[in-house]
């Protein structure tokens, strides 16, 4: 079984930073693309940020210039650093992976339980 456990929520400013984590554990053989969705009250889900294993990655046009994703693969770990915050990036924060894992050998999804993000003044 694989599991992802997000840290580094909290609550912010506006304009300042925060770093979430997300650690993948488990009988993990490879991981595919990383990412973090995020989901605001009475809002859906959606993907703020993905990286590939070879570290491709792409951004919502609403965090763009202003959020990184990176990834240790060493580590099976997956960062969000979030610069110059907005009220309007509240919300509860989820890792997501694809991941190769033991005894399936088969690709799965997997979600973290989420962190919350506040920001405000």
């Known amino acids: 079984q694989v599991q992802l456990v997000e840290s580094g929520g909290g609550s912010v400013q506006p304009g300042g930073s925060l770093r979430l984590s997300c650690v993948a554990s488990?009988?993990?053989?490879?991981?595919?693309?990383m990412s973090w969705y995020r989901q605001a009250p009475e809002k859906q889900r959606e993907l703020v940020a993905a990286v590939t294993s070879g570290y491709s990655t792409n951004y919502a046009d609403s965090v763009k210039g202003r959020f990184t994703i990176s990834r240790d693969n060493a580590k099976s770990t997956v960062y969000l650093q979030m610069n110059s915050l907005k009220p309007e990036d509240t919300a509860v924060y989820y890792c997501y992976a694809d991941v190769l894992s033991r005894p399936s050998y088969a690709f799965s999804q997997y979600w973290g339980q989420g962190t919350q993000v506040t920001v405000s003044s």
């Open positions: 488990g009988s993990i053989l490879s991981i595919r693309t």
